[in-house]
Each structure stands twice: as C-alpha cells, then as structure tokens.
C-alpha cells in the first residue's frame, strides 16, 4: 500500500513539476514591440480575440485575451472593429512569422490591459 | 485556421457549430471548466480502481469497490468527451496538427485497450477474489499502466498550449 502511494505521490510530483512554469513560452518577451496602425481585420472570439494591424511595412497578427475578459477591461468588439487605428504593445512569436501577443492596447487615447 | 491539417477538421472549425463556440462569451470558458471537473472525478474514480488492482485496500472486496467506481469512471469520461468536443471544435484544425493533442488521443487509445484487456481477460476472476486475496501480478500491471497511462494524458492536455 505504502509503495502504491508513493509511485502514485512521484508521478503527481512529475506532472506538476513540468506544469508549474506556466507562461506563453512562445512569445519572445525580451524583445518586446509596439505596433501601430489601422485594424485591417477583426475576430472577437474564444479562446483569444485576434486583430490583424497594418504597420508601417508589414501586417502583424496580434492575439489578444479571451472576449470575456476584453469585455469586462472595455476593449469591447466595437473598440477593436476593422477600421479603428490602434496601438499595441507585446511580445513577438518565435513560432508564428509577424504575430505577437499584446500585453495591452490603445484605441483612441485610451489604454486596456490585456493580461 | 490552418491548411495543414486533413479537410474534415477545417471544415469543423469552419461549421457553424465550431463559430458558435467561438462567438459566445461563456460556451468556451464553460467547456474548459466542465472538462477540468469531469478530470477530477475521472482521474478520482479511476485512482481508486488502480490502487485496489495494485493490492491497496485489500480490506474490501476487490467486486463492489471496482463496480462502483466504474460507473463514476464512465459517466466522467463521458463527461469529458462531450467538454472535449467543444473545445476541439474551437480550434480543430490547429488541434488535428498538434504534436500533443495526437500524442494525447495515441494515450488514450492506450488507456481505453488497457481498460478492455482487463474486462475481457481478468475481471471475471477480479470480482470473486475474497478481501484480502493476493492480486495477480497481471492484474497488478493493469493498474500500474493505468494510473501512468491517465496521468500522462492529463499531462499532455495542459500541454497542449504549449506546443
């Protein structure tokens, strides 16, 4: 019995060993960016909203928080519909050419934290 | 979406069924939420089943305790699979091409054969062991394989993200 419960303590001790970084281990977040420009595109959904953001070169995909989430900070569906000019500030992907995630956005003067 | 992953999964995520999910604030959250409960009482039911074929509470007859246990096992692992769905709908291409989300449905294919092999070889002879009663020793590898195969799988789902 003693023995059933310790291989059974050692492989939850594993798992939540592996499982306590927790983090976008995707994102490059010593190289953080801000991208600036007009929404050219807009998904408000689950499980992350996404916008696609012409900068001045180049369109980013940038992943925003869950719509539950942009709502309740007031980054609501019309603050980030197409047409709207934003400015994001985030992390770059090391997986996904020109995506990043946002940390937080600004519409119109305003600032929403995303994370 | 992704092109990469086989038709019938871009045709999932593109369903109405898969952007319904999308759209609405609490259907998402709400899946993730019953999937993680439905693991509880999974990996719960489940913990108990392999730690009697390991020899643990000797003291109850091996029978009852396991047909208990398996009706929590069962309606937790459906619980699961319908959560599951949901989610997979969300992002079903993505999923489909995910190193681990394949390597979570190869483990679970492994711990539902191991389930079966057990039903069909030892069960029989599980069930009318007295208390106390010494379990064969491949029995004991069931539940061994069992208790790892779950955990692994339960490893893999929260990794997913971050492959």
């Known amino acids: 019995m003693i023995k059933v419960v310790a291989i059974f303590a050692t492989f939850v001790l594993l798992t939540g060993a592996a499982l306590a970084h927790h983090g976008w281990g995707s994102y490059d977040a010593a190289h953080p960016v801000t991208v600036a420009g007009p929404i050219l595109t807009s998904r408000f959904e689950n499980p992350h909203a996404t916008i696609t953001v012409k900068d001045a070169d180049k369109t980013w995909t940038i992943t925003l928080a869950p719509t539950s989430r942009m709502s309740s900070r007031g980054a609501t569906e019309k603050v980030v519909a197409v047409g709207q000019n934003v400015s994001a500030y985030g992390y770059p992907s090391t997986v996904q050419k020109d995506e990043m995630r946002a940390e937080r956005i600004t519409v119109d003067g305003k600032t929403y934290e995303l994370r | ?163």
């Open chain 2, 1 to 163: 979406m992704t092109d990469a992953a086989p038709a019938i999964f871009v045709a999932l995520e593109q369903s109405g069924f898969g952007a319904a999910i999308r759209r609405s604030a609490w259907l998402y959250p709400a899946a993730n939420i019953g999937h993680i409960v439905a693991l509880v009482f999974f990996v719960g039911a489940v913990a108990v089943m392999d730690v009697r074929l390991l020899g643990g509470f000797a003291a109850t007859a091996a029978g009852p305790l396991l047909a208990r246990a398996r009706w929590f096992a069962v309606a937790a692992l459906a619980g699961m699979a319908m959560t599951g769905f949901v989610l997979f709908s969300a992002e079903a291409s993505h999923l489909a091409v995910n190193p681990v989300f394949q390597l979570k449905l190869a483990l679970i294919g492994a711990g539902l054969l191991n389930v079966a092999l057990y039903e069909f070889i030892a069960k029989r002879e599980v069930d009318k062991l007295p208390p106390g009663a010494a379990m064969p020793s491949r029995v004991r590898m069931a539940g061994l394989l069992s208790l790892m195969i779950w955990v692994a799988v339960a490893a893999c789902g929260r990794s997913i993200a971050y492959f």
